[in-house]
């Protein structure tokens, strides 16, 4: 699926996570923990969909031996790639991204409750549950993740570098370690609900730090950037819930994708509270000064370059979420119409 409409052209593959979207939310440059900010919870287009009705809604030959300088190259690239791999570990440790999987894998589960309650109408039951806590593993998230962000920064290793340096640096580790305890303070209703008129305030205010969190934001395009992964997280789920279906019952393609870009704005919308409502919170304790040296790594070409590559990796790492819940919530709708 393809749109031309500026940054939201789409080409159908691309996601968020729900819960953390629950919640909906994301994670980097300016929020490294807010890039994945809001999935759509599938609601009547999907039920809809479910129930098979409109919803109006440069290869070369292997060489027996190589020269010499080629045996040195492929030398050199392997000290490279290992140096590589090296830097991206040290990365992933200043990110915290154990951490935060943790964390994401008990959004997921939040937002497989409300599916659950929303689209199955409560008849998930164990499986349900099973089949949820096996797509949101820490660890398979997390190496799926890696594994896209490594392929996204190959070849980059000053970009690499510079992100090692701010991450590790005293306001970078702040920064990482306030982002992912706001996280987990928004998976409470109470200090969610705390934070959002935290945020409304602020907002209301027209606070001078109002203006820092919205340069963040612009910085990385982290609005335009959820909302391409949020509808391409729902287009996954809904083509995936539809291949469960018998072919006479799924809608024609054209109507499905009409389904998933009706939810633009909703999600637009919903991105822009949840970012507001995240970096409120994550970014109280922290200084001007700090926000402002944040700001500056992510107008940097390291901070862009990295914040594409966050935006990559995450987008591909529930891409596959979404497509597995689909899968799974058809099949629990079927079993349901046996």
């Known amino acids: 699926m393809q749109r031309n409409e500026g940054r939201r052209g789409l080409a159908v593959r691309h996601l968020d996570q729900g819960a953390a979207y629950p919640s909906r939310s994301w994670p980097h440059a300016a929020a490294f923990a807010a890039l994945i900010a809001v999935l759509p919870m599938p609601g009547a287009d999907f039920a809809a969909l479910a129930e098979g009705r409109d919803g109006a809604g440069t290869e070369q030959a292997p060489i027996d031996q190589a020269p010499t300088g080629q045996a040195l190259t492929d030398q050199t ?43 199955l109408g409560g008849r998930g039951g164990l499986r349900w549950q099973a089949s949820v806590a096996r797509i949101y593993q820490p660890d398979v998230l997390r190496a799926r993740f890696s594994q896209a962000m490594s392929e996204a920064l190959a070849g980059r290793p000053e970009v690499l570098a510079d992100a090692v340096a701010f991450f590790s640096s005293p306001t970078g580790k702040a920064i990482v370690a306030r982002e992912i305890a706001a996280r987990e303070t928004l998976l409470e209703p109470d200090s969610k609900e705390a934070a959002e008129v935290a945020a409304g305030k602020l907002r209301d205010a027209r606070a001078p730090r109002l203006r820092l969190i919205r340069n963040l934001i612009d910085a990385s395009d982290l609005i335009e950037g959820n909302v391409a992964s949020g509808l ?41 509270s949840w970012l507001l409502t995240f970096m409120t919170e994550a970014y109280a304790p922290l200084s001007d000064a700090e926000l402002e040296q944040f ?35 058809g099949q629990v709708l079927r079993g349901a119409r046996i």
């Open 77 to 119: 690239g392997g000290e490279d790639a290992a140096a590589q791999d090296a830097t991206l570990a040290a990365l992933e440790e200043s990110l915290g991204l154990g951490a935060l999987f943790g964390v994401i894998a008990r959004e997921g589960h939040l937002y497989g409750e409300g599916l659950d309650q929303g689209l």
């Open 295 to 329: 700001l500056a790594f992510s107008k940097s070409e390291s901070g862009r370059a990295l914040n594409q590559a966050l935006f990559t990796a995450y987008g591909e790492t529930f891409r596959v979420v979404m497509q597995e819940l689909g899968h799974e919530a």
């Open 232 to 272: 391409t997280g729902s287009a996954a789920f809904n083509e995936a819930l539809a291949a469960t279906l018998p072919p006479e019952q799924r809608l024609p393609e054209a109507d499905r994708m009409a389904q998933v870009w009706a939810q633009e704005a909703e999600i637009r919308a919903s991105t822009t």
